[in-house]
């Protein structure tokens, strides 16, 4: 018996500290998503600390729903909403946050009534059987980016990284410690720790980073954030129009890219194998019922968590894709997993300072991101694809994924070919999917009149 509880003390350690790793790259993107929304005029300090609030109960939150998921902001959605709508056409913070508010409501709305539902049952099992794939390339060659061993080039799609650079001798560093300490047969937790942490004291040992004379102190200005939405209606009509034609792309946003992550990482949540998508027996159609209410209940509190972010002044947070961490003790132990993220979540809600330093030099972090993309894709099956329109589909989302950093994009696009594919060979679609395609296109319009 007391063997017992201590094999299940480990487990639950292991837990905490999955989550611990998984929110502390999650959490320092806060601090990135902040330096964002102060560009644009936004508090720092303020945004920050509400970031991480808004972070740390939205974990607690899904973690009672047994996922282990942590939220983050996402970068990508950041630096579009920020550069693109408020910066280059002049919508102002505050109508934004307006708009992203209406926005999670409507997604929330659309959630629990079923239509939401309806159209995320549309998309094919061979893209949703592809989304660990792609996912898993798009964590690695963030990481790989963020970690200068590869480059964007005007030439290429990627180049090999600038090795003058110490930041990519660290990552390559930390990426080896991490293979071999796996070949030498350590549990993957224990690899990525121990990769983590002799790259994240090398770099400090070799000055990259410091830790600052005052690492911490308490949130300031709280009250130049919240409420920033109620001034939405300054603004010229022209700016109000360019609102309006994001708004339709910010909903499938919100809806699609946490979607498709929870997709990549939990595939039963969304009923990949029952009958529900591929019509077999009654019994595994009430099975899939199940699994899409229990997603739809997953996707309605982070919409209603957006809802607050926007009421508060932060940019929308996403089920992170840094959560493919977990690994089994996080999926087994959710609320385990939940308290190590968490605890990292409140330290560093006081360690705006300490944050700006990490991000600084993200070597170890780029480490943790590069580990997360290797466990999605070593989860990765993909089913036998038999038909041309599944290949071109899976191809198209595996590519356009990882290379634009962008999930809706992908599946977008993926679902338009894979329609017009099997429309061209003559082969029945379902009118759901045939209409969630012609929605992408409508939002591709839309995006090409705004931008």
């Known amino acids: 018996m007391r063997r017992f509880d201590i094999r299940r003390r480990g487990r639950q350690q292991r837990a905490v500290l999955s989550g611990a790793l998984a929110a502390l790259p999650a959490g320092l993107m806060a601090a990135l998503a902040a330096e964002l929304a102060a560009e644009a005029g936004a508090y720092f300090p303020a945004v920050y600390a509400l970031t991480l609030a808004l972070c740390l109960a939205g974990t607690a939150l899904l973690a009672r729903r047994g996922l282990p998921l942590v939220l ?195 595939p039963r949540l969304v009923g990949e194998d029952s009958a529900a998508f591929s019509g077999a027996s009654a019994a595994a159609e009430t099975g899939g019922r199940q699994a899409t209410a229990g997603l739809r209940g997953v996707l309605s509190a982070l919409a209603a968590v957006n809802v607050l972010a926007a009421l508060a002044g932060v940019l929308p947070l996403m089920a992170s894709r840094l959560s493919a961490l977990a690994g089994r003790e996080g999926a087994r132990r959710p609320r385990a997993f939940a308290c190590g993220a968490c605890a990292i979540y409140a330290l560093l809600l006081f360690a705006a300072p300490l944050a700006r330093e990490l991000v600084s030099f993200p070597a170890a972090l780029a480490l943790l991101a590069l580990a997360a993309g290797l466990s999605l894709l070593r989860r990765a099956r993909l089913p036998r694809l038999r038909l041309v329109e599944e290949r071109a589909a899976v191809l198209l989302l595996v590519l356009i994924v990882p290379l634009t950093y962008d999930i809706v994009l992908g599946l977008s696009l993926s679902l338009i070919a894979y329609v017009l594919l099997r429309q061209l060979a003559r082969r029945p679609v379902p009118s759901a999917t045939r209409g969630l395609a012609a929605l992408f296109v409508l939002l591709a319009v839309f995006a090409a009149w705004l931008f």
């Open 72 to 266: 983050a902001p996402d970068l990508g959605t950041a630096c579009w909403l920020i550069y693109l709508i408020v910066i280059s056409h002049g919508v102002t913070l505050p109508l934004l946050y307006a708009c992203l508010a209406a926005a999670a409501a409507l997604v929330w709305l659309l959630l629990r009534c079923g239509a939401a539902g309806r159209a995320l049952s549309a998309f094919p099992p061979c893209l949703r059987a592809a989304l660990p794939l792609s996912l898993g390339l798009l964590l690695f060659l963030w990481g790989a980016e963020q970690g200068r061993l590869l480059l964007a080039s005007p030439l290429h799609l990627v180049m090999l990284g600038d090795f003058a650079d110490p930041l990519a001798y660290f990552t390559l560093l930390g990426l080896l410690v991490l293979l071999g300490l796996r070949a030498l047969r350590l549990p993957p937790l224990a690899a990525v720790l121990g990769a983590f942490l002799v790259t994240a004291l090398l770099s400090l040992a070799e000055g990259f980073w410091v830790v600052p004379p005052a690492p911490f102190y308490l949130p300031e200005g709280l009250d130049r954030a919240a409420g920033l939405f109620l001034r939405a209606g300054e603004g010229e009509t022209a700016v109000l129009a360019g609102a309006a034609a994001a708004f339709p792309w910010l909903v499938a946003v919100l809806l699609f890219t946490s979607w498709g992550t929870i997709a990549a990482l939990f």
